[in-house]
Each structure stands twice: as C-alpha cells, then as structure tokens.
C-alpha cells in the first residue's frame, strides 16, 4: 500500500527521484499514465495487470468506455529506475499534467500520484471535507 506525501525536483532532463519508500514496493518495472485531477498515475506492474483484467471485460460498445481506455491506456508508459533511483518521465506525460520542477508525490493506497507542486496546493483545500466525508459514507466507507 502506498501512503504519504513527498516534495521532490524533476531535473533538467525531467527524470524524478522517486522516494526510496515507493522505489521498493513499485519494483523494478512499473507504469506511468494520466491519471485524474490532472496529475499522473503510478502503478506497480501487478497492479497494472489487475487493471488490465478488469477493462478487459469491458464492452466495447460504449462509447465512453473506449474513450476513457484512449485516455488512460495511451499515454501509459512502461518505466524502470537508473541506476539512482531515477525515472525519466515522459515529455508527453510531463505536459499533460504540467509538470515543471517541483513536484509533489502522493501515495494512494494502490497507486502513487505525481502532481506538479501548485497545482497539488491548489486542488487540496480540503475546505468541503464533511461533504466528502457523507458521500463516502453513503458509498459505505465510514472511518
């Protein structure tokens, strides 16, 4: 399970230093997509298969279901680590969710989210969270 928030820097050439925390349970491959919000998803390779399976099933006539497959599975990019710890993030990745320098890294349970640093301040306000809250509570999650 992935926890936790982490400031990093994209360098120069836009590779990312992943946290050593994240590094060890993403393994050696991994995959990169567009996530929601605007930010890129991270997903350990077994993960990523359960996710496969899943669409998989699917019917492809609907027509939002192969719009959101395009989406998802297009942009998705199979990565491994260098030699320190390094991940070279896609140009067309990078644009989609903005990233420039700074970063944050989310982790969120089965996948680790990757924003640019203030686009993550300003999509987390945290302002209607008692509304949050009942909704997932009406979906049966109570905490």
């Known amino acids: ?24 349970q993403l393994g050696d491959k991994f995959i990169v997509t567009k996530g929601l919000d605007g930010c890129l998803f991270v997903y350990p390779m077994k993960e990523w298969q359960n996710i496969e399976d899943k669409f998989r099933e699917i019917p492809l006539t609907s027509k939002k279901a192969r719009e959101f ?13 260098d030699k320190q710890g390094r991940v070279l993030l896609p140009q067309t990745l990078r644009g989609y969710a903005g990233l420039q320098k700074d970063v944050v890294l989310t982790g969120v349970l089965s996948r680790i989210e990757i924003w640019d640093k203030d686009r993550w301040e300003g999509s987390s306000t945290y302002e209607d969270m008692d509304e949050v809250a009942e909704y997932m509570a009406e979906l049966g999650l109570s905490i």
Request: no cysteine; glycine share 8%; aromatic share 18%.
């Open 69 to 81: 497959m395009r989406f998802f599975f297009a942009g998705a990019s199979d990565l491994e680590f």
């Open 1 to 24: 399970m992935f926890m936790g928030e982490y400031s990093h820097s994209l360098d120069p050439k836009g590779r990312l230093i992943m946290p050593a925390k994240f590094r060890e």
